[in-house]
Each structure stands twice: as structure tokens, then as C-alpha cells.
């Protein structure tokens, strides 16, 4: 198990060394003159010059390589010219929003997820399957900033229910933010109305990752449902008497989860692709608008510590979702072992 | 990972293309759909001069913002450009570009796959960690990050997305021929000592084209997906191009009121998508069903 | 009379699976099914059951005691499954949830039928374990499928089956994924467990070897029907259908007929919706004439076994 465990480390530090090189690679060898691309467009002759003294760029290679992985490992990427903040800080000020958005979204697809899988397995060609089926096959050709609009344009323009950007009304004042999370925040603060107001924007940007999310992974999570129908142990349980209800609960599900679990940390990958978006659509104060605004004016460097910080993420769910399957499925005990 | 245990993506890429439905009538005749659909967009793009009312790309601001109705079928913009002709222009850049990306991937990428699948071994294992190396960059990030450093415009959205779409590819390829070495034509042919090329070409290659031509129709809806986003985001074609994600784009402070303005572009999109992965799901079942 | 099946008609739409099939069952006895695969032994089986798939149609009687199986609600069939008939399937290893320790899954078919709470059912569960003579059963019923050994899985699952006491026990090819070793110690198993429950087994198989250790009666199926049926003595030494006689010496059985061949039965069975006219045996009958061509031959009693054939004893010659 510890073996097991190490060797997916090991992984997930290749994968992050790999996008360091990816991500150097862009920023200092590929722009005709690195100092430039870093100082950003309207730059000074002077500023172009700092730059290049300030981040080695005129040094060989390697040397720069070597600075640039150390600066990483210390968590500097950087200064903002857009914020004339280190970029690190910044992320930090702009990533609990994100997180917010993202572990909402996902937790309440994982509930809905589930609720409708059930019901499609109980009813195999009922109408809810049938719902979902049309609603798979329109859902994967939706683009998620397009459904974010149309979401604005129904309950915004349209019926006024909801905002339409930010993550809390302009006109009042928001909780102090001790967690960075603003429904935890509001809670803490004891305000009911606090807490309504930040979930209601938070509603149509949430509302659109979980509809995308369940557009592209319902699909997959009813063709493993429908393929652990048609296994041999099914029949055996149905043989012993064992109900419809209890095979679907204690046998299928149970059975299913580890397919479950692959689909899920895919979407996760697309989540937070799908965030930059939801974040520029919805005004969201996140690390993905921050770069974005970034990356609009020309200013680099925010944009190559989102690819790594990304990554990152997405390295450590990979390696959690990892954990899981061993305790889920006694077949990969033996091989993890 | 062990190369001999399904793995995550390989769980998914078996369940992303596993057939939905079987075929009844109703699925004919979706399909059919599909097909006419696929056959518009078809004409669309490659011959959008001849079926689009109007120019593209001349304003014509006497006609702004005027919603749909018998001369304008879906509306005009704030430019007064007819939508319909903007979106029938637009289909060579959007679905246009998202058919060369993931034909060009496919294409490169089954040389790697079939090497890795015929040498197995430590050749296998390195080739398809370099490949799962891939898997764990979020798409947009990296395009993020590409045209930062190479600017914008249609090279970046290739660049990307190709290199975004390969592994999946790569895998597929390997997979396919991995499964099929084991199967009684192949040992016989090499038994009675094929060579290698003609071993390909005749045994292995008809049905890595038939797994890769499922997936491919499959994935050009995704990808179309992703060249609009880019396109969204300002990364890929610019303005006055009237590229699907671009025409969304600008849709963007006016859709409020100027409803039709968003609403078209994106169903093309939709509608694309869908029939794509009609189309792809029919060529599963009928590969599926041949299988057996 | 444990089990009586009369006229059993499966099909498939147009197409004919088991074709007006009859027998019955013994209490006690073991009722061997033999056939190729295509012949509609295992839908018998499943019938019983009541476990046919969803787009099959049966028709005629398949009684169990005084239950009849066909047309039963759902409901009334749970309760029938696993407490008055147990089942054995062909591959323990995917007939056995691959994410349960064996232990709790045959305590699934005893808290099931409300035969005893849960911790009361482990105890039970070791204990049917041991009845199958699995050695260290305490270990093995913590363990996973996987982690056990093909000859004790398949005990395993027998004593599954005969958990909640079945007067009747489907075992449909329980042998054929075994070695040659441990199909003879299930098989001795079965026997065991018939001896010491008065258990009637139904045991579906292709394998005469099989067939030939342990039946007491012989059911001898080709596509969807009975082409012969009677005493395992009888039919063993003096087979009348050839196609009983084709199966014994291909399957080289000591009481094959002298001086024959070995060999195997040219072609294959029919395909369901390719029957031939006639005898559905007759492309492959080495003493076909026209008659069989053109009419089925009808289930006759011939010498204490039925048979159906047009020239039963020219076979025999």
C-alpha cells in the first residue's frame, strides 16, 4: 500500500514537472524576447531592462530553469504588473472564491447525480430515463459559456430572479470575510440575509457547471449502470430472491462506484476548464477571471501560475480519487499491494 | 499504474462510446435527422457564398439590432450584419477548424498508438505515461497559457486543442491493437510469418480505422465545443470573423434585449454537436453489432 | 414428484428456444440435462426459476411441488427462489458479487427469506461453508472472490444455494470452468449433499463424463427438445438416438458402444432460426433417410427410455 502510495506521488510530481517545463518553455523560450513578453506591452526600455535583470533572462538555459523550479517550489510566480502585486498573493485572495464555486457545484452534481441514476435504474425505459437520454444527447453540444448566458438571460432579464454577475450584490456590504468563503462567512456573521444574498449569485454560475457537469457525465455513469445490469452475479442475487430495490442498492451501485469514481475525477479536469469560463460570463472573483483579466492586458505571469496551480489541483484529486479506488474495490487491493 | 489494469480513462473511454440506445425506429429516424443536419452544415461550409442572404462582414448600421423576422431569419447585430449569413460563414471556422483538429490528431497519433501496442514492453509503458502526462493539464488552462505565448488567432486554437486531443487517440490506438493481436487471424498471420507492414495494413488496420472513425465523429462535437470557447475567450479567430464562439462573444452586451442574438449561434452549435454525436453513436452500435 | 415440466415452450419472437419440452423430477434423484449449447438446456433450467430474460415468451407448465412457475407474479417467484429451489452457476468467479466477502453474501440468501437477523446468518453462513467441506471456513468467509481458489468458490456458491434448504438444486454447468481434479470433488459434493438433504438436483451440462458419474435419470436435449429421455443405466448402455450415441463416443465413456470410433459429431447444432425440416437432427445423422427429412419424429417409449427417432433401432445396431 505504501509502495502503491508512493508511486503515485512520484506521478503527480512528474506531472507537475512536465507542466513547469510546459509552462517555461512558453514564457522564456518561445517569445522572440522574453523580457519583453514579461514586461507586457507598453513597457519602457527601462522596465524591459529591469525585467531581464530581475528574472536572469539573459543567463543560459539550465541556470534559468533551475530559478525558475526553485521559484516555483517557494511558491513565487512572479510579480502582477496589472495588481504590481506578487502573483502569489494575489492567487491567494482570488482562489477561496473559486474553490467555493467549484466545491458547491460539485457537491450538489454528486447528490443529483445520484438521485437520477437511481431513478433511471428503477425504471429502465421509463420516462425519466427517456428525460435523461434527450437531455445527454442535447447536453453535450451545449457550450457552458452559452448555457451561462442563456441561464442570465431566463433569470435575469427575463424574470428577475437572480443576478447577473458577482459574487454578492454591490449595493451592500458584505460579511467580513474570515474563511474567504462567503456562505461560510455569512453564516459565522449570524446574518440570514447575508447568507441568502451570496447564495443567490451564487446560484446561476453553480447552475451552470452542475447542469454541464450532468450533461457529460450522466451519460457515462448510466452506461456503466445499464453494463453492471447484465453481469453474471446479478442473476446469481436474483436467484437467491433478493429484491429489485435491494440488487439495486446493495449489488449495482456498490459495484458501480469505481467506474463512478474514473468518471468523476475526468470531470473534474473539465470543471475547472469550465470555471475560467463560468468566471468571465459571471463576473466571479476567482482565480480564472483574474488571470483572464491578466491575460487581456498582456500581463503573463498570472497566466502561467494559473496553468501550474491548475494542474496542481487536478494532481492532488487525481491522487486522492486514487485512495478511493483501493478502499472501493478489493480487486485493486491485490494489485496496489 | 499497471499497463495491464484498465485504467480510469480507459473505464471512460469505454463508457463515453458505449451506444445509448438500440435501434428502433424512433432512433432511425433521428438518425436520419442527423444526417440531414450533418449535410446542411455540410454546404455551409464550403459553399457559404452561394447560400447566405447577405455579406458578412459590411456593416450596414441603418439595420442594427433588429429582431427576427422576414428579411433578417435570425435577426441582425449591432452592426446590422445579418446573423444568418454570419452563421453560415462561420461554419467553416468553427466546425470547419474542430474536423481538421481531431482528423489531423487522429491521423499523427495512430503511428504512436500502433507502436505502442506492437512493442508493448518498457517502448509501451513509456510512450503511454508521456500520454497519461497529458490527461492531467486542464484543456483551457493550457490554451491559456499557448496563446499567451504565441498570441492569438486560428494557429494557437490548433496548437491547443491538438495537443489536447491526441492522448485520447493514442490510447484508443493502442487499446484496439492491443485487443486485437490476441485474436485467431492475427496469431495465425504471424504464424505463417507476415511481415510486420502487411500485418498492419491488412489484419490490424481495417478495424483500428473502424474504433477511431467511431470516436472521431464522436469527438468533433466536443471539439467544436472547444474552439468556440476559445473563440469566446478572444484566444482564437478575431473580429470580423464570424466564428460561432466570436458571434456569442459579441453577443455579450446586447443579448439582454437582443435575444435572437445569442440564442442562434448557440443552437447551431448545439445543433452540430448533436448531430455529430448522433451520427458517431449509430457507428458504434453498427461496429458494436459487428463485433458480435 | 419434486419438479414436472410439461409441453415448456421458450421463444424468442418467431424463433423456437425449447420447443414442447416434458419431464419430470424425482425427489432425490439427480435429473441430468445434456445437450450442446444451443439446445435450450440452460432457458430449461432458468424457467424453473422463472428467470427467463425479458424479451423470451413461455408457455405450458413448469410446476415446483404445487407451485407453477410460469405466470407467476414476480413477488410470489422471490419467495420461491433460493428458499424451495437453489441454483449453481457455471463461473463462480463473476456469478459472485466481486466487491463482497463470500461470508455475507450467503448470508444475503438467509437474511433475505427472514431466516435469521444478521449476525445470526455469519454463524450460519460459516457453518454452510464447513457443510462444504472449505477448509479454514472463518478465513474464507472474510475473503473476496478473487482470493479464493476456483474449486472453493464453487463450494461456495453451492452452499448459497442450499442455504435457506431447497428440495431442489439447478446446477447449470457447475463443472465446466473446473479443473479436471475439482470437478470430481464438487460433483462427489453434490452427491453428498443429495445423500444427506434428500436434495433432487437438475444438473444441466454438455459434458456425458459428467452426465455419466453422477445421474440417475438422462435428459437428452437437441434444439429445444427431448430426443431422449430415461434411466442413466439405460441410456448409457444402450443409447437408441444417434445423437446420444454420436455424444457418448465422442466423449469416450468405457460404456460406449464397442468397436465405435472415436470421433467427434460433424457440424453443429442449429441455429434458431435455421431448424431443419423434420429431424432437426438429420444434416448430421449418419443414418438419415428420406423420412427423417420431411417428418419430426414423435417422443416414443422404447425399452424403458423414450425416444424420438424414426429408426431407433437401426442406430442401435
Redesign the interface.
Known amino acids: 500500500m505504501a509502495a502503491f502510495l508512493a508511486r503515485r506521488l512520484a506521478?503527480g510530481v512528474?506531472?507537475l514537472l512536465?507542466?513547469a517545463i510546459?509552462?517555461f518553455f512558453?514564457?522564456r523560450v518561445?517569445?522572440a524576447d522574453p523580457a519583453a513578453?514579461l514586461a507586457g506591452q507598453n513597457a519602457s526600455e527601462a522596465t524591459v531592462a529591469r525585467i531581464r535583470a530581475e528574472y536572469g533572462l539573459d543567463q543560459p538555459l539550465a541556470v534559468q530553469f533551475g530559478r525558475y523550479l526553485g521559484g516555483l517550489a517557494v511558491g513565487d510566480f512572479g510579480q502582477s504588473l496589472r495588481t504590481h502585486r506578487p502573483v502569489a498573493v494575489d492567487l491567494a485572495q482570488f482562489l477561496p472564491a473559486t474553490l467555493e464555486l467549484l466545491i458547491v457545484s460539485f457537491l450538489v452534481y454528486v447528490t443529483v447525480s445520484f438521485f437520477l441514476a437511481v431513478a433511471a435504474a428503477r425504471h429502465p425505459s421509463g420516462w425519466v430515463d427517456a428525460c435523461i437520454?434527450l437531455f445527454?444527447?442535447?447536453g453535450?453540444?451545449?457550450?457552458?459559456?452559452?448555457l451561462g448566458?442563456?441561464l442570465?438571460?431566463v433569470f435575469?432579464?427575463r424574470l428577475h430572479w437572480l443576478p447577473l454577475s458577482g459574487r454578492y450584490p454591490i449595493r451592500e456590504i458584505a460579511p467580513p470575510s474570515i474563511t474567504g468563503f462567503l456562505l461560510i462567512d455569512a453564516a459565522l456573521a449570524g446574518k440570514p440575509i447575508a447568507v441568502w444574498r451570496a447564495l443567490q449569485s451564487l446560484t446561476l454560475p453553480a447552475l451552470t457547471i452542475v447542469l454541464n457537469l450532468l450533461a457529460v457525465g450522466t451519460?457515462?455513469s448510466?452506461?456503466?449502470l445499464i453494463?453492471e445490469y447484465d453481469?453474471?452475479?446479478i442473476?446469481?442475487?436474483?436467484?437467491?430472491?433478493?429484491?429489485a430495490r435491494?440488487i439495486l442498492y446493495?449489488?449495482v451501485l456498490?459495484?458501480v462506484l469505481?467506474?463512478v469514481?474514473?468518471?468523476t475525477?475526468?470531470q473534474f479536469?473539465?470543471m475547472?476548464?469550465?470555471v475560467?469560463?463560468v468566471e468571465?460570463i459571471f463576473g466571479w472573483p476567482g482565480i480564472g477571471l483574474y488571470?483572464?483579466q491578466s491575460?487581456?492586458v498582456f500581463d503573463?505571469a498570472p497566466?502561467?501560475a494559473?496553468?501550474m496551480v491548475?494542474?496542481a489541483g487536478?494532481?492532488v484529486i487525481?491522487l486522492l480519487?486514487d485512495l478511493l479506488y483501493p478502499l472501493?474495490?478489493?480487486?485493486?487491493r491485490?494489485?496496489a499491494a | 499504474m499497471s499497463s495491464t489494469a484498465p485504467t480510469p480513462q480507459d473505464v471512460v473511454a469505454v463508457l463515453a462510446t458505449s451506444p445509448s440506445a438500440s435501434a428502433s425506429a424512433s432512433d432511425r429516424a433521428l438518425l436520419a435527422g442527423a444526417c440531414l443536419v450533418f449535410a446542411v452544415f455540410a454546404a455551409f461550409a464550403l459553399l457559404p457564398d452561394l447560400l447566405a442572404p447577405y455579406d458578412p462582414i459590411i456593416l450596414d448600421v441603418s439595420h442594427r439590432m433588429q429582431a427576427p423576422d422576414w428579411e433578417h431569419w435570425f435577426g441582425t447585430d449591432e452592426g446590422g450584419r445579418d446573423v444568418l449569413s454570419r452563421v453560415i460563414h462561420g461554419t467553416r471556422y468553427s466546425l470547419g477548424l474542430a474536423v481538421a483538429i481531431v482528423l489531423g490528431s487522429a491521423l499523427f497519433v495512430v503511428l504512436y498508438g500502433a507502436i505502442a501496442g506492437l512493442a508493448r514492453g518498457w517502448v509501451d509503458d513509456v510512450l503511454m505515461r508521456i500520454v497519461d502526462l497529458f490527461f492531467g493539464i486542464p484543456a483551457l488552462v493550457l490554451a491559456l497559457a499557448v496563446a499567451a505565448a504565441i498570441g492569438r488567432g486560428l494557429e494557437t486554437v490548433v496548437i491547443s486543442l491538438a495537443a489536447i486531443w491526441w492522448p485520447g487517440y493514442a490510447r484508443l490506438v493502442r487499446g484496439e491493437i492491443l485487443s486485437l493481436r490476441e485474436r485467431p487471424h492475427v496469431e495465425a498471420a504471424r504464424a505463417i510469418g507476415v511481415p510486420l507492414p502487411a500485418l498492419l495494413r491488412r489484419h490490424l488496420l481495417p478495424f483500428v480505422v473502424q474504433a477511431v472513425n467511431v470516436r472521431v465523429t464522436t469527438d468533433i462535437g466536443y471539439a467544436l465545443v472547444a474552439v468556440t470557447a476559445l473563440s469566446f475567450l478572444g484566444l482564437g479567430a478575431q473580429s470580423p470573423t464570424p466564428e460561432w464562439g466570436l458571434l456569442i462573444r459579441d453577443s455579450r452586451p446586447y443579448f439582454g434585449s437582443a435575444w435572437w442574438y445569442l440564442v442562434f449561434p448557440g443552437t447551431m452549435v448545439m445543433l452540430a454537436a448533436g448531430a455529430f454525436s448522433v451520427i458517431g453513436d449509430a457507428l458504434a452500435s453498427h461496429a458494436a453489432g459487428r463485433e458480435r | 414428484m419434486i419438479l414436472q415440466v410439461h409441453d415448456l415452450r421458450i421463444g424468442f419472437g418467431p424463433l423456437r428456444a425449447v420447443d414442447g419440452l416434458s419431464f419430470s423430477v424425482r425427489e432425490g434423484e439427480v435429473f441430468a440435462i445434456i445437450g450442446e449449447s444451443g439446445s435450450g438446456k440452460s432457458l430449461t433450467g432458468m424457467s424453473v426459476l422463472g428467470l427467463l430474460p425479458p424479451q423470451a415468451h413461455a408457455s405450458g407448465s413448469v410446476r415446483l411441488g404445487d407451485d407453477e412457475i410460469l405466470g407467476r407474479s414476480e413477488k410470489d417467484l422471490r419467495q420461491l427462489r433460493g428458499r424451495a429451489v437453489g441454483v449453481v452457476y457455471q463461473d463462480p468467479l463473476s456469478a459472485l458479487n466481486p466487491v463482497w466477502p463470500v461470508g455475507a453474501q450467503i448470508a444475503e440468501a438467509l437474511r433475505t427469506h427472514g431466516l435469521a437477523d444478521r449476525r445470526t446468518a455469519a454463524r450460519r453462513a460459516m457453518a454452510l461453508l464447513e457443510q462444504v467441506h472449505i477448509p479454514a471456513p472463518a478465513r474464507v468467509a472474510r475473503a473476496y472472490p478473487h482470493e479464493i481458489s476456483g474449486g472453493m468458490r464453487q463450494r461456495a456458491m453451492i452452499a448459497m444455494a442450499i442455504a435457506c434448504g431447497p428440495r431442489l438444486l439447478i446446477a447449470d454447468e457447475p463443472t465446466t470452468a473446473l479443473d479436471v481434479t475439482i470437478k470430481a470433488q464438487i460433483l462427489d459434493l453434490l452427491l453428498e449433499l443429495r445423500r444427506g438433504f434428500g436434495l433432487a438436483i437438475v444438473l444441466i451440462t454438455h459434458d456425458m463424463g459428467v452426465v455419466a458419474e453422477v445421474a440417475d435419470r438422462i435428459l437428452v436435449m437437441y434444439a429445444g427438445r427431448a430426443v431422449e429421455i430415461g434411466p442413466a443405466t439405460q441410456i448409457l448402455d444402450r443409447p437408441a438416438h444417434p445423437y446420444t450415441r454420436a455424444l457418448l463416443t465422442s466423449a469416450m465413456i468405457a460404456e460406449a458402444p464397442p468397436k465405435s470410433e472415436v470421433r467427434a459429431i460433424s457440424g453443429t447444432a442449429p441455429r434458431l432460426d435455421a431448424r431443419p425440416d423434420g429431424c432437426a437432427f438429420h444434416p448430421r445423422c449418419p443414418h438419415a433417410a428420406d423420412v427423417c427429412r420431411v417428418q419430426e419424429p414423435a417422443l416414443r417409449p422404447r425399452d424403458g427410455a423414450d425416444v424420438a427417432c424414426h429408426f431407433p433401432d437401426v442406430a442401435a445396431a
Open positions: 506521478w512528474l506531472v512536465m507542466v510546459l509552462t512558453l514564457s518561445v517569445p513578453f437520454r445527454t444527447m442535447l453535450t453540444g451545449i457550450p457552458v459559456f452559452w448566458m442563456a442570465q438571460f435575469f432579464y451519460r457515462m448510466r452506461a456503466a453494463a453481469r453474471p452475479y442473476r446469481t442475487a436474483r436467484g437467491k430472491g433478493v429484491s435491494a446493495r449489488h456498490r459495484n469505481s467506474a469514481l474514473a468518471v475525477t475526468m479536469g473539465y475547472l476548464s469550465w475560467i469560463l468571465v488571470a483572464y491575460f487581456q503573463y497566466v502561467i494559473l496553468a491548475s494542474t487536478f494532481v487525481n480519487m472501493i474495490d478489493p480487486r485493486v491485490r494489485i
